[in-house]
């Protein structure tokens, strides 16, 4: 069996302190991703960032699987008391967060760089 793409493909830190991480995710967040996804989104808690920052402008579908391992890594957080944003939803991937009211749970911003500045 081939070895599915992560949809995660960059992870960086952005300050010298290392306690702000911005994961960027591209292409379709689907079943078959999602278990790659969910893991690659919680790898950077053992390093104990402030601030995680989660990149969807490059996501053009998500399905609950997807929205499901963002459910998560919010949960996650909130026990180890990590700042996490959402950024840059597709309006695809913002209607799935619309519809279950998720978009009332996460901390979305427009883009990252609105999401790092707030």
Not at 4 to 13: D, L, Q
Not at 36 to 48: G, M, T, V, W
Not at 49 to 72: F, H, T
Not at 96 to 108: P, S
């Amino acid at each position: 069996m081939a070895e599915v793409e992560n949809p995660v493909r960059n992870v960086r830190w952005l300050d010298p302190e290392k306690k702000i991480v911005l994961l960027e995710a591209v292409g379709e967040v689907d079943l078959h991703r999602s278990s790659a996804f969910q893991k690659a989104l919680l790898e950077p808690l053992s390093r104990r960032p402030q601030r995680m920052i989660v990149d969807l402008s490059g996501v053009s579908y998500m399905d609950s699987s997807g929205v499901a391992s963002l459910v998560k890594l919010l949960s996650r957080v909130r026990r180890d008391n990590v700042d996490l944003r959402l950024a840059g939803l597709t309006p695809r991937v913002r209607s799935v967060f619309e519809i279950t009211r998720l978009d009332t749970v996460f901390n979305l911003y427009p883009d990252v760089q609105e999401a790092l500045d707030s």
